[in-house]
């Protein structure tokens, strides 16, 4: 085992470096000839193309928490993770079908806005301020502590923790600067340098496992000695626990509730990430249709290789450590950290791929970094400065003041993670994430899908959605066992082997969608039977070209086949 970086490796990770530098300021210098306005600066000008909006989203999507938490997933209970990608293809395209014709119909270039104009500007203020928080305090804050974590364990050390952590910031943060047409043609670099990286690792994974068992280098050889071998990873379908279940299955099951999760939380928590989320539709809003959907659907069938990259890493490393590999990677109490899967696959890469991985790895990074600064950036200069604070800004003072928003949110980012003040570490990045986001998807989803498509649908009963959709997701996931009891109708609690009881957290999030949708159309039925502020949509806006459609269709064909394999 090789663990120290060679010059080959760092001759490999500052090509990357210079090279996205150097792709990101050849893109900014050809749009300098002219003044650049709001439009250009926060929506590229409408210039991006369907490849780089598609490959911008899965950048700004994979990062240190997908490498480090899913990998890590994949250890633990294997190819059932991966729906959470696979029904984010379908997911995408619903967005693209119905969603998008209605944002671009309309000129919708944030979040916020949709929210003015369809209910009210209370709203829309209030879920501006909420997300600005939310996108500084726990997206851009984990992923830059989670980000400066996993490359310091790989290159230095903990001693290295706050140079890599400034470095990150600092490369992302340049990126932003240029606007959304620089992060979105680098991030097509990025994505690039991210599946290849990520491929080599794979197959050096599945090449440890084939060698581990006497078969040679021989990588298909692996995948299917690891199936042999683990084969309760192979599953995407959990059965319910009964009695006799030992917490080991139970704890599966509360990570991925089996068909459960299907009929609930696996789509909210994908229509609020893909549909109702500035950070990822701002690539697409500045598009003509065909392109924002074209580019939206080629994220949708990135979406489906994810998994390869990212989960099955896991999955070896849980062969290898089951056979009797990966002990030095041993906590001292004889246990072997999950969240050490993919670090501890990187460990036996040769001379150069070390380099590779690590600059796949920091593109995932420094791309989730970039888009979420210029979301926020987004945010704050036209939802707010513009809207309250200085109305009669004019484009150039736009400009500056999203310029400026990026780096104040950047300089915010180092400060809350330089100690650790949020306490990201002790609870997990990726549990964090899951944690603080979770719990406003259901109210901001029933929102957005009744505003969209229900004419009756009132500002009054979309304040009350957000509100319980938050209460009652709390209620759920924290309170519901000890008040209502262990099992009930609407769900099942088991053990979490903490001494307590827990309802999986993805079927708490489909209680709390449905209780909130039923309480927006009761109170929508008390007013007028078209609200006045409904938005008026044709059903042509919805139909999709021959093009598309073949895409539609071929997606769908490698999900069914792919849970057909793994039911």
């Known amino acids: ?297 080629f994220a949708g069938m990135l979406k489906l290789i994810m998994p390869v990259i990212v989960m099955l890493p896991g999955i070896a490393a849980y062969v290898l450590h089951k056979n009797g590999s990966l002990q030095e990677q041993m906590s001292p109490g004889g246990a072997f950290n999950s969240d050490n899967a993919y670090s501890a696959i990187l460990t036996f890469l040769p001379n150069g791929l070390k380099g590779l991985s690590l600059a796949a790895l920091t593109a995932a990074i420094v791309a989730s970094l970039a888009g979420k600064a210029n979301s926020i950036s987004t945010i704050f200069t036209l939802d707010v400065y513009k809207r309250y604070l200085k109305p009669e800004a004019d484009e150039t003072q736009l400009v500056w003041v999203g310029r400026l928003t990026v780096l104040v949110a950047t300089v915010l980012a180092i400060l809350l993670t330089w100690q650790d003040l949020l306490g990201i570490g002790g609870e997990g990045g990726f549990t964090y994430i899951q944690k603080y986001t979770g719990f406003i998807s259901p109210g901001v989803v029933a929102v957005f899908i009744l505003g969209l498509f229900w004419k009756r649908t009132t500002a009054p009963a979309a304040i009350a959605g957000m509100l319980s959709g938050f209460l009652l997701s709390v209620f759920f996931n924290n309170y519901a066992p000890s008040v209502l009891g262990n099992e009930t109708i609407l769900y099942t609690a088991f053990p979490n082997g903490h001494g307590g009881y827990e309802i999986p957290f993805l079927i708490c999030m489909g209680l709390s969608f449905a209780f909130t949708m039923v309480l927006m159309v009761a109170m929508s039925l008390a007013g007028p039977a078209i609200n006045p502020k409904a938005i008026p949509y044709d059903s042509s806006w919805f139909k999709v070209s021959p093009s598309t459609l073949v895409l539609i269709v071929l997606t769908l064909l490698m999900i069914t086949a792919l849970y057909v394999k793994f039911w």
């Open 1 to 297: 085992m090789q663990n120290a970086f060679n010059s080959l490796d760092l001759t490999v990770f500052l090509i990357y470096i210079v090279g996205v530098a150097a792709y990101g300021f050849y893109i900014y210098k050809r749009k300098q000839s002219a003044q650049m306005t709001t439009k250009d600066y926060f929506l590229a000008e409408g210039s991006l193309t369907w490849w780089a909006i598609g490959a911008s989203m899965i950048a700004s999507n994979i990062s240190a928490e997908q490498f480090i938490g899913m990998s890590g997933n994949g250890f633990q209970v294997g190819v059932a993770v991966a729906a959470y990608e696979w029904v984010a293809a379908i997911v995408l395209i619903i967005v693209a079908v119905f969603f998008m014709p209605i944002y671009l119909k309309r000129k919708i270039y944030t979040m916020p806005q949709f929210l003015e104009q369809r209910y009210n500007a209370a709203l829309s203020l209030i879920m501006s301020i909420f997300w600005l928080f939310l996108y500084v305090l726990v997206n851009l804050t984990s992923i830059l502590y989670l980000g400066a974590l996993a490359i310091s364990s790989l290159v230095g050390g903990a001693e290295s923790f706050h140079l890599i952590l400034v470095a990150l910031a600092v490369f992302a943060l340049i990126i932003t600067l240029g606007g959304m047409k620089v992060v979105g043609y680098t991030d097509v670099v990025q994505v690039t340098v991210l599946i290849v990286g990520g491929l080599a690792t794979t197959y050096l994974a599945l090449t440890l496992v084939s060698e581990k068992f006497g078969l040679g280098h021989d990588a298909i050889a692996g995948f299917n000695a690891m199936m042999k071998d683990a084969g309760d990873h192979f599953h995407m379908i959990f059965p319910k626990p009964t009695a006799a279940t030992p917490q080991v299955d139970i704890n599966k099951y509360l990570m991925v509730p089996g068909i459960a999760m299907y009929a609930a939380g696996q789509w909210i928590v994908n229509l609020n990430y893909w549909g109702c989320n500035q950070y990822i539709t701002q690539r697409a809003l500045g598009a003509d249709l065909k392109t924002a959907r074209t580019g939206i659907l």
